[in-house]
């Protein structure tokens, strides 16, 4: 296959035709040559003139004169090669969020027989009950925004671009089944692909589906209660009160589920304290997000990315960017506050939103590895209070003086009732003068930045924990397969799939399908 790199076009035509005979002119060939045409990478070059840039694969038994932009490559096709001898009944995987999806739809792919538990509900009645909570504040604490069918990925933007390195193609691979599973095909060559919540729920649903086909179980609103271990070796689990024999456990639970990370820590499993962020989103008008990176609205809604390093050496800096999203009461807990951001396919809401979040570490909050739960916790209980149970917000300059804000600045979008309150309340020192000096630098980017809308609290950015495991992701107690963004080996919705596709080749180098 040929490579051809560095295809560029107006952002006003760039369509297949155009792309083709562009092709054929670089490598001077006819369009009759071109025996299979396939976008690899779409990018825009902002630099100057506003481009597309295109890497364009083809193969032709044309003669071609190769050099830096036209190159041969192989095409990677990821597979796993079952090569395991020890039999096993059913591999029970805790967790239905991306990690534990992909791996039980890649399991499920190679003949292992999978149960999923997942303490939430089916993707439908959690959209009801997150609905439901957004519009009346009544939480149901096992199906929201962190837990139910699809996990935290489930209500998001769905950004799936990672810095992850590839080489084996997982993460094509990964886009693959999203795209085999209804997602839009230009999710495999778009530099920045991203799904939206509308699309996700549905393929969540058909991944699912697939699994069941292939004799996999669902149980919904099941809770791994406790596990029991017999000589440092995992005997049964219980599951909303029933005892169940488990030799092979995959623990995908996730950054938020407190009680499990607890009950884990109880039985001993090694664990430590991992830093990890917190601050809040601040929501701009999604124009000036457009005008400042592209000067156009063209190209739909742009997004941002912005670091800092303030005087005491804190980092500061945007994460989960939303464009043309909402900021989301993303709550898991009674009288706890968490917010986090989403977005529907479309990207349409016509606001901007993002966390700016400040580098915390056991340094900040204790090295005992629940001690950073215990800090979320604080301070997510204080939003509740500050916002009556309601998210607080403030216009950035108002919380830059310390005053309560008495009228937003513009009309925000949000999912969930929120309260005007002042949200230096809520912070500790540093982490205030942190968030200041940061977006004060970051209006030097973005003209107008400062003229946002902050809402708090944004706690959640990854896991405060990481649970130890060796080379064969197996943890400190045997038989059980910490993977994910709780265990603190991933950081969002690719990664963590990452996490299923890897943990998948190692079952399948123990056990029999
Ligand atoms: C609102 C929001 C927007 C986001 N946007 C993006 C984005 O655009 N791009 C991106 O890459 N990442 C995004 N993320 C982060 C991303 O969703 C997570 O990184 C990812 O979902 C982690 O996957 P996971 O499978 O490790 O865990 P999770 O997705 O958290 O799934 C864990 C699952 O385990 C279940 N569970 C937990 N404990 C138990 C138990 N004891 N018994 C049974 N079940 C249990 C939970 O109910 C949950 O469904 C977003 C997160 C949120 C909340």
Redesign the pocket.
Known sequence: MIRVRQIKCSIDNNSIDTLKKKVCNKLHIKESDIKSFKINKESIDARKELMYVYEIDIDTDAKIKYDNDIIEVNEIKYSIDVTGNKSIDKIYI???????LFTAYTLSNLGYKVVV????SDVDTRIKDVDKFWLSNKLNINSN????EG???T??????NTLVKDKLGRKEHILKIFVENGADPSILYKNKPHIGTDILCKIVKNMRNKIIENGGEYRFN???EDIIIKDNKLDSIIVNGETIKCNALIL??????RD?FKMLYDKKINMSAKPFALGVRIINPQSIINKAQYNTDKLGSADYKLTYTTKNNRGVYSF?MCPGGYV?N?SSEENYLAI???SYSKRDSGCANSAIVVTVSPKDYGDNPLDGIKFQRELESKAYNLGNGNIPIQNYLDYKNNIESTKLNFEPCIKGNYKLSNLNLLFPEYINDSLKEGIDYFNTKISKFNEGILCGIES?TSSPIRIERDDNMESSIKGIYPI???AGY?????T?AIEGLKISEVIASIYKN
């Open positions: 805790i967790g239905s969020g991306p990690a534990g538990i997942e303490r939430g925004v962190q837990f139910g996990g935290a990925g209500f998001s933007d769905g950004k799936l099941s809770l791994l995908a639970i996730g950054h938020s589920a499990t989960c989301v993303a986090n951001g989403m959640r994910g963004e709780g991933a950081g969002g919705i690719t963590s």
